[in-house]
C-alpha cells in the first residue's frame, strides 16, 4: 500500500489486493453513489468522481464506503475537461488501481421549450451528458483495450429512446450516449471489454425526487421507485456476466412504472 | 408429498417444501435445459414440456436434473394445442405447485424465399413461435394474476428486431411474440408479475449448431459462442430483480460477435 | 377490350390500355377505398377486395370509382383463404390485367385483457392481419418478379411499434405485418419490386370513428383526424417513387397528435 | 423588388411575389443543392448557405438556379455560430421573405476508432451535425410559431439508426439531431409547423461518392446510388403534405441496396 494525495487532499489508499479500480463519473447523486458502493462491496477500489464544487459531498460518499470497511477515492474533476480527464485517468491508473470497471453516470436532465433553449444550455447538457462520456470511454478503453478486458457502463434515461417535448437539449445528450455505447460496443466487444448502456425508465429514489414528489415515501413503500441500490445491483450484474452472453442494453423500471 | 402419474407413466414429486413450479415451454433443446435445469437448482420444481414425439429426450432431461437432487417433472404437450396447455396448467396448479415462473422457449426458425414459403409454413411457424406463447403467457397470467406474484419469460432472437431476408414466416412469429411479451408487461406489471423478453442474438451451443457448424469447438473454446447455461443465468437473474427496478427486455450475445 | 363475370355477377371489363391492375385488399373501410380510387385515378384497374358478407358495399365502391370515368372491379374474396387467394390473383393477372400495385389494408383492431382473449380471437385477428397479409405479399411477388417490377405496400398502426396494454393480439399482427414487409423489402427491392410500410398512427376518419367519437366534425373541421384521401397520397406518392431513393416505412399522424 | 447587399456582396432581388423563403444549410454538397433548387423551382425563394470559406461554390449554385428562372441567395455563414445564425434569419426575415421552409442538411461523417478520436474531433462533429441543427431548428420555430406554420426538415443518415464501429462521433451527432428532430415535432406539430426527419441510407450521387467510388458511373447507370434530384422530391413532398397526414420519419434508399 502507497500513500497518494488526492485532489482534495486526503490520503488515498492503494491495495495491492484489490480487485482494481472501478471508476464512477457522477458518484454525486443516489444512483452514481449506490453504484460505486455496490463495485466496492465486490472488492474494487471506488473512485468516485463529481465536479469540484461538490467536493465536499464526495467525501461524505467516500466515508460512508470506507465505513463499511471497502476502499474509496474522492476524486472531484470535471469530466467535460478533456485534459482533466486523461490527467484522472492516468492518476488511477498509476498511483491507484488498473480500471477494470468505468461507470458514466451524468444525467443532465433539464426541459424547455425549443424556443427558450439557449445554445450556452443546449451545449452544456451535451458537454455534461455525452462529451464527458465520451472522454471517459476513449480515456477507459485505450487502458482496457492492451490489458484485453474491462467494463464501461452508460446510464441511460427515457429520452435516450424518445425524444419528447422539451427535451431538445436532454434527449440530444442522452440520444448522443447510446450511439456512443453502441459504437463502443461494437468495436471493442471483440477485443473482450464489455460495453453496456442502462436505460433507467421511471423515477430513482434521489434527493431531487425526495425534494420535488410529494407522495415519495408512499411510493417508496410501495417500490414504486427506484431503488439506487436495485440499480446498483444490474451494473454488477452486467459486469459479471459470462462473456459468452453479454448484454448491451437493458431497461430498468419499476413495476407500477405506466410506460 | 403425494404421486402423480405423469403423462409419460413416471411417477412425480410433489413437494410441499419447494419454491413452486418454473414451467418451461420448449424444453427440448439446449437452452430451455439449461434453464430449467437452473430454476430447479434454485429450487423450483421444473416442469419440463416438449411436444410428445420427443417424450423420450424430456424423460433424459428429466433424470439429470433429479441426478443433481433437484426436482423435475417430463410433461409431455403440444403447446400450440389450447386445450392441452389448459390442462398442462391446470395439471401443475392443483398437482405439482403453483407456476411462480413460465418460460417461453420454441424457437421455429425457417428461412424460405417469399415465393416458396408455404402456406402450411407459415401458419405453423406462427404457431410454434407466437400462438403456444399467447397460451402460455395467458394461462400462467390466470394463475398467477390472483396470486398478485409471478415472472414471465419469453425468449427472443435476433428475428425479433429486424425482418431479413427470407425470413418473412420466423420473424413474423418473433415479432408478433415481442408484441406480446411487450403487451402483457404493460398490463401485468401493476399486478406484480415481471414479464420479460430475452433478445439471444447468435449461435447457442445447441444441437444443431454442433452438428452444422464446423468450427464449433473452437468458437466454444473462445467463448464465441453462447453458453446455454450463461443465457439461463440471466433468466434467473431476470425473476429475482427487485421489483423496483425490472427489466423488460435484454440482449445476449457473445464477446466477439459482429453485430 | 372483353367481358369477364366477376365474382358478385357484374360485368368487369378489361382495358388494354390501362397502367395495370391495383389490388386492394381490405378496400371495405375508407382508407381502403380511398387508396383505391386513388390508384384508379392515376390509371389503374382497381381490384377491390373485401370478404364477401360485404360484397355490397364493395359494389357500392365499385360505382363510386366508375362513377368518376375510371376503372374498378369489385372481387370479394375471404384474404385468409389461401386457395382463394391464390385464385384472385390467377384471375386478375390473366382476366384483368397485370399487378401492378398490391396493397394491404386490413386492419382487425381489438383489444381484450390477455386473461379475455380467447385463442379464437388471437388467431383470427392473426389471421386477417398477418396471414392474409403474407398471402397477398406472397402472391404478388410471385407475379411481379419474373416481370422485375411493383410495388408492395402494407398498411401499418401505433401497435406495429409497440405492445401496448390489450393489444397482445392485434399488436401480435401488426408486428407480424411488419416483419413481413422487412423482409420482403430485404429480399425483393433487388429484384426491382418496391415494398414499403405504412405506419398510420392515429384515428382515420372512417366510418367506425365516425359512429363512435363524438366530436368527430370538430376534429374534421380542425384536420384533426386523418383523412383517407391524404393517406391514399402518400401510397401513390411511394408508389412513384424514384427508384434511386425508395422509402421502406413512413409515419403518418394528424398534425394535432400527441404521441 | 428591393435590392439588398448579400453577404458576399451580390445583389439579391426580394420579390413580394414569391412562396417565402426556403433556407437550406448545407447547400454545399450535391444534396443540400438539389433541395435547394426543388423549392425554388416550387415558387421558394432559396437560401443558401454554407461556410464562408465555400463561399465561391455558393455563388456558382446560386447562378445556376437562377438559370432557371428562380430566385436564389448566396448566404455564406457559420451553421455553429449562435450569433451569425440568430442574424442570418433576421436577415431573411427582414430582407428577403418569411422562411417557410428551413432544411438542415450538413454531414459531417467521420470514421475513427474510439481511440483515435480527439475530443476537437469529437466536438466538431457534434457542432455541425447537432448544434448547428439545433440553432436551424430554434431560430426557426421562433419566426414559423407566431404565424403558425411552416416545415422544418433534418436530412440523417444510417448512423442516425445505429452506432456502428467507428463511429462514436458522427453517430452521436446524428443521434442527438433526431432526437431533436423527434421533440420539435412533438411540440411544434400542435402549432402546424411540419418538422420531419429523413434517414437517407446509402451512397449519394455526390462529389465525394464520385471521387472515391470506383464504379460509381456503373451504379448511376443502375440507379443503385441515391440521386440528389430524387432525395430533394421528398423534401418537397414532405412541405406539401396535407397536415391531417403528417410524416415525421421516412428513410431513403436505391432499390438495390442491402440492408
Same mark, same amino acid.
Given at each position: ?20 479500480? +472501478? ?18 462491496? %465486490?472488492?474494487?477500489?471506488? +473512485?468516485?468522481? #463529481?465536479?469540484? #464544487?461538490? !467536493? ?6 467516500? @466515508?460512508?464506503?470506507?465505513? @463499511? ?45 425549443? %424556443? ?11 458537454? *455534461? ?31 435516450? *429512446?424518445?425524444g419528447g417535448k422539451g427535451y431538445?437539449?436532454?434527449? !440530444?445528450a442522452k440520444f448522443a450516449l #447510446?450511439?456512443?455505447?453502441?459504437? *463502443? ?16 425508465? !421511471? ?6 425526487? #425526495? ?25 454488477? *450484474?452486467?459486469?459479471? /456476466? ?6 448491451? %442494453? ?5 413495476? /407500477?412504472?405506466?410506460?
Amino acid at each position: 500500500m502507497i500513500a497518494f494525495g488526492g485532489p482534495t487532499g486526503q490520503t488515498l489508499a492503494m491495495t495491492e489486493s484489490s480487485k482494481g479500480a +472501478c471508476l464512477v463519473i457522477g458518484a454525486g447523486d443516489d444512483t452514481g453513489g449506490a453504484i460505486a458502493n455496490a463495485f466496492a462491496r %465486490e472488492g474494487y477500489e471506488a +473512485c468516485l468522481v #463529481r465536479r469540484p #464544487r461538490n !467536493g465536499s459531498d464526495l467525501d461524505d460518499l467516500a @466515508e460512508a464506503i470506507r465505513a @463499511e470497511g471497502n476502499i474509496a477515492h474522492a476524486l472531484p474533476t470535471d469530466a467535460r475537461d478533456e485534459d482533466a480527464m486523461i490527467a484522472l485517468v492516468e492518476k488511477i491508473e498509476s498511483e491507484i488501481a488498473p480500471i477494470e470497471v468505468a461507470v458514466f453516470n451524468i444525467g443532465a436532465n433539464v426541459n424547455f421549450p425549443i %424556443e427558450d433553449t439557449t445554445g450556452r444550455v443546449y451545449r452544456k447538457v451535451w458537454e *455534461m451528458g455525452s462529451f464527458a462520456g465520451f472522454l471517459l470511454g476513449r480515456e477507459a478503453a485505450k487502458r482496457m483495450a492492451p490489458r484485453g478486458r474491462g467494463t464501461i457502463l452508460f446510464t441511460g434515461a427515457t429520452a435516450s *429512446m424518445r425524444g419528447g417535448k422539451g427535451y431538445s437539449a436532454f434527449a !440530444g445528450a442522452k440520444f448522443a450516449l #447510446r450511439a456512443l455505447a453502441q459504437s *463502443m460496443a461494437r468495436e471493442l466487444g471483440p477485443k473482450n471489454i464489455h460495453v453496456a448502456h442502462i436505460v433507467v425508465d !421511471g423515477a430513482i429514489d434521489s434527493r431531487f425526487i #425526495r425534494e420535488n414528489v410529494p407522495n415519495v415515501d408512499e411510493l417508496r413503500a410501495a417500490d414504486g421507485i427506484l431503488s439506487p441500490d436495485a440499480i446498483a445491483q444490474n451494473y454488477v *450484474m452486467l459486469h459479471n /456476466q459470462s462473456r459468452t452472453a453479454w448484454t448491451h %442494453e437493458l431497461d430498468l423500471r419499476p413495476w /407500477q412504472e405506466n410506460w
